[in-house]
């Protein structure tokens, strides 16, 4: 029996490409339709998510909604509030969406509504017609458990964590400090500190929560899921989901992968902050002296500066040319080891080219995944989210990541740099991580593969779905 999937992901590419992936995998497994249906603000680009929605096979359909006016947001609004505002006010046309979809005599009623963690009010609508609920988590095991410990930590600690003097315990997870929990908690007045709350009581509620992970990376957050009594919903690890390549196969991007075919394996460090990070003008210049003193040999995709480290989130774009931002004749003095590419970068083909032998990168889930995958180290320099605590677990948990240390200025300092490159492209703390993601990669292979605890999951789920 067919079924119809509706797709609820929240603005920004970061949440949007593993639930393409999901599609893309339930469709090797049952014959669906999958509707996605996409929340926009006015002022931002679509373009990426259309580019990547267009090239989905036939079964898979995309709806774009109106867009929503967040011109009343002050300026300092938190990107998780922009995100969740978006999503709220796009409530009615989902509404009248579903209700269109469930008059369409090809694809039938919706047999679930699978939604991201800041699309998690869309579950509302989804229970006026009866369709169950299932939350896609986009993040780690780890902080999935931060989520449903959340309203038990609220009790248990009066401060805000940044203040707290003992590391957190979660259960079945590394200890984590409180100024690494996740950024859209650390501040109990902020009001996304209470609609998270409230979100995680509700997480209960679910029919079943799909999380981008796998078994053997996090076996301790699962297990803890699995058998705790705080945990209601059937947990389904079905990762990991990265984007399987990029479909434009010309431009500066692709020059690289033609760059990387003249130096040696494992000697090129990829440098790269995700769809959304960005850097101040004067990390930006740390960063590029850093760089420049180790003497490695590296790609950088580089943005525009920026005072905000999530500026660039919901546009995935940089505004201006940011290689006119990186500092006086730089550039000259590293052309012979570095190729400097602006904004976007096939991220994947360069983690997976053998030239590629490191990454510094923000430590955004699917980034992490993606190097998990590719068996790539990692220099971690966490900017935003839950980026601080995925940096612990990569360091602190599983030994194949090294930190950056922030000075008292708040910037990462040249010397800093030059120290973690030099370790990890060259030094022993970086050939034992080296041999550790190595095992990683053949672990995540195995769970994607047919007899796989990913593929098993996802078949699970997929069978309730179709009935």
Not at 56 to 71: A, C, G, K
Not at 104 to 130: Q, R
Request: aromatic share 8%.
């Amino acid at each position: 029996m067919e079924g119809h999937i509706v797709i609820f992901p929240s603005p920004g590419m970061g949440h949007l490409i593993p639930l393409t992936e999901l599609a893309h995998r339930l469709l090797l497994h049952r014959r669906l339709f999958i509707t996605f249906i996409i929340p926009t603000a006015a002022g931002t680009t679509v373009k990426p998510q259309n580019d990547i929605l267009n090239a989905m096979p036939e079964t898979i359909s995309s709806i774009f909604l109106p867009p929503v006016n967040l011109n009343d947001l002050p300026e300092d609004a938190t990107l998780e509030t922009r995100i969740f505002l978006t999503v709220t006010q796009s409530l009615p046309a989902l509404r009248q969406t579903l209700t269109d979809l469930t008059h369409d005599s090809v694809k039938k009623t919706p047999s679930a509504l699978v939604a991201d963690i800041f699309g998690a009010p869309g579950f509302e609508i989804a229970k006026e017609f009866n369709i169950p609920s299932y939350l896609f988590c986009p993040i780690s095991a780890m902080a999935l458990v931060s989520v449903f410990q959340l309203p038990v930590l609220d009790k248990m600690y009066a401060c805000d964590f940044k203040d707290l003097s003992e590391p957190v315990s979660l259960p079945g997870c590394v200890p984590v400090h409180g100024s690494d929990m996740p950024e859209p908690i650390q501040d109990k007045k902020n009001e996304t500190y209470t609609q998270m709350v409230e979100f995680a009581k509700t997480c209960n509620l679910l029919s079943g929560v799909l999380v981008n992970s796998f078994l053997e990376l996090e076996p301790g957050p699962f297990k803890a899921m699995e058998e705790g009594e705080w945990c209601k919903p059937k947990i389904y690890s079905v990762g990991p989901l990265i984007r399987s390549g990029s479909e434009n196969q010309t431009g500066e991007g692709f020059e690289c992968l033609k760059w990387l075919d003249k130096h040696p394996i494992g000697s090129v460090l990829f440098v790269s902050f995700g769809s959304g990070g960005t850097l101040s003008q004067n990390q930006l210049n740390e960063l590029a002296f850093g760089l420049e003193q180790s003497g490695q040999r590296f790609v950088w995709v580089v943005k525009s500066p920026h005072g905000k480290s999530n500026a660039s989130y919901l546009s995935a774009q940089s505004i201006l040319d940011p290689l006119e931002f990186l500092p006086e004749g730089f550039m000259e003095r590293v052309q012979d080891r570095g190729l400097l590419l602006s904004t976007w970068a096939p991220q994947v083909e360069i983690l997976s080219h053998g030239s590629t032998g490191g990454f510094l990168t923000h430590c955004g889930w699917n980034s992490i995944l993606e190097s998990v995958v590719c068996g790539v180290p990692m220099i971690a320099w966490p900017l935003f989210a839950e980026q601080k605590m995925n940096t612990v677990f990569l360091a602190d948990g599983l030994g194949v990541a090294r930190r950056v240390k922030v000075g008292e200025d708040g910037v990462v300092g040249r010397d800093e740099v030059n120290n973690c490159i030099r370790s990890l492209m060259g030094g022993e703390d970086g050939h034992k991580m080296r041999l550790k993601i190595r095992q990683l990669r053949d672990l995540s292979s195995m769970a994607l593969s047919r007899d796989g605890s990913s593929t098993k999951s996802l078949l699970d789920v997929a069978q309730k779905w179709c009935g």
